[in-house]
């Protein structure tokens, strides 16, 4: 039997970022017809490593073959002329260009560049693997999918036949992701390399065909996906075993504090993306939100938060006694000012809720400057928070002076959902809270939301994986095109009746 050749051979790939060694000596193999699932925790170097590979970074040491020739990949433009694409965790994309504009951007096109052909082209890769993408949209109208689409479809333009997946699924609905699934299963069955980069165990069970574990840099080992499962993924990518249980504690003493009526919004540009939304969410207790993306899910935490202008309704945070604050059209300040503790872990982490040029204790400042009546700036105070993050959700990092724009996108997750939480609010709102973090970080984030849970707290859990918010919800609020198809209980409910739900194919029942 002839020797299965590898279309991509790494050969003690080395990289150093100061003190840090993100990469030691790793060999890879990639080959055509497969879909590769690469695996390890946040900083274990998985990132970095498809980052050389694609032209962002040059190694340090080691080598690389593309069909048994040894190539120097300096550039995405290198890589390109190998066939190499990356699709990026945090979009490379120009918002204020169209969509036909960023997919062309840095390309020498023979002749006068001529759109309407660019466009054409795009609309020819759509239809050929199910993308919806209009050309002449502006990215900074699009949602997070929309970009990512655009970003897959930059790199089949360009002719890619090996492609890296950073996280793909990250902002996708289950329904998304079963359409990216079939698209990348068609990508193997004409022979291209995929490689996919996800915490997902049950998306590497059910899409790669082999798994690759990295861990603290180096190549710990490979298999046939058919062989393994996930808790020996898992076992591998932390070296000792990890516990995969989810809690979900009874609320004690619910009662209401944060309650929506009638709240409608609008975007800059007229569109409809709250109907009519009412709920209450309780103290001691997860309330989950689902629904496919852009259902509005974004924009009610938003509102909530005092981030968004509302069209009409009502907000309003409810104390023990049942004396009501209304919050609709205060600023977060002001918010704080009525006495309301509120944290909010928006769905965009190096645009709303970081600083990727400041450091650690810096970005814990934002959150703790207006304490304490000195004019002096206290910054022992986010100092002793910064450190607290750092060990409390193992944040792999030099040190709490390090730049967060410098730290893995699963870290930097990490600290902004630690920075929330540390601050100790009545009200909690996450969207995405576990978004690019490996599956023992997750857990850890989970652990700290039931503690939060359990000391009173309202919780509002925007997520998008359907199984987690079915074992860690109390209550789902389920949005379909910005109106609620229903409020489920998350005990008794199933995964088949939500994703209805999501659809709106289901009934209106309510929890």
Not at 81 to 96: E, N, T
Not at 379 to 386: K, T, V
Not at 466 to 486: A, F, M, T, Y
Request: aromatic content about 6%; overall charge neutral; glycine content about 10%.
């Amino acid at each position: 039997m002839e020797e299965k050749r590898a279309a991509v051979q790494m050969r003690n790939i080395s990289k150093s970022f100061g003190p840090v060694k993100a990469n030691d000596k790793v060999w890879l193999d990639i080959y055509r017809g497969e879909i590769l699932a690469l695996l390890g925790e946040n900083g274990s170097g998985k990132t970095t490593l498809m980052n050389m590979l694609s032209g962002i970074y040059f190694p340090d040491e080691g080598q690389i073959f593309v069909d048994g020739r040894e190539v120097v990949i300096r550039s995405p433009k290198d890589a390109f002329d190998q066939g190499i694409g990356m699709i990026h965790q945090h979009f490379k994309l120009v918002d204020v260009f169209s969509a036909a504009e960023n997919i062309v951007l840095g390309l020498h096109e023979k002749g006068r560049l001529d759109m309407n052909a660019v466009a054409e082209k795009v609309k020819s890769i759509c239809d050929a693997y199910g993308f919806e993408v209009d050309p002449w949209q502006k990215v900074y109208s699009m949602s997070v999918s929309q970009k990512q689409t655009v970003e897959i479809v930059k790199v089949l333009y360009r002719g890619a036949d090996i492609l890296i997946l950073d996280e793909p699924t990250a902002v996708l609905t289950p329904q998304e992701t079963d359409k990216l699934f079939a698209v990348l299963r068609n990508m193997r069955a004409d022979g291209k390399a995929v490689v996919i980069i996800t915490h997902k165990m049950h998306e590497v069970e059910d899409l790669s065909d082999r798994v690759a574990v990295l861990r603290q840099g180096r190549f710990v080992g490979d298999m046939l996906t058919k062989e393994t499962d996930a808790q020996e993924m898992t076992n591998m990518m932390v070296g000792h075993a990890v516990k995969l249980n989810l809690e979900r504690p009874e609320p004690v003493d619910p009662k209401p504090r944060i309650e929506v009526k009638d709240l409608t919004v609008r975007s800059v540009d007229g569109i409809l993306k709250l109907d009519g939304v009412t709920f209450t969410a309780r103290s001691g207790e997860i309330l989950g939100v689902a629904g496919i993306s852009g259902s509005g899910q974004k924009e009610l935490l938003e509102a909530i938060a005092g981030l968004q202008v509302v069209e009409k309704g009502s907000v309003s945070y409810v104390e023990d006694d049942g004396s009501r604050t209304g919050l609709l059209g205060l600023a977060p300040l002001a918010i704080a000012a009525k006495g309301v503790s509120l944290s909010f872990v928006p769905e965009d982490r190096l645009g709303m809720g970081l600083v990727g040029s400041m450091d650690l204790t810096d970005n814990m400042m934002l959150r703790s400057y207006r304490r304490g009546a000195s004019p002096f700036l206290d910054r022992r105070f986010p100092l002793h928070r910064a450190e607290w993050v750092v060990q409390e959700l193992s944040v792999n990092t030099p040190g709490v002076s390090t730049q967060v724009r410098k730290l893995s996108g699963g870290n930097v997750q990490k600290v902004l959902v630690g920075r929330e939480i540390a601050s100790a609010p009545t009200v909690l709102l996450t969207a995405y809270a576990v978004r690019g973090l490996d599956i023992g970080a997750s857990y850890t984030i989970y652990d700290m939301i039931n503690l939060q849970k359990e000391k009173g707290v309202a919780v509002i859990y925007v997520g998008e994986d359907l199984d987690v918010l079915l074992e860690l919800s109390d209550r789902i609020l389920v949005l379909c095109g910005g109106k609620v198809s229903g409020i489920v209980d998350g005990r008794s409910t199933s995964k088949r009746e939500v994703g209805m739900l999501m659809t709106r194919l289901g009934g209106g029942k309510t929890a």
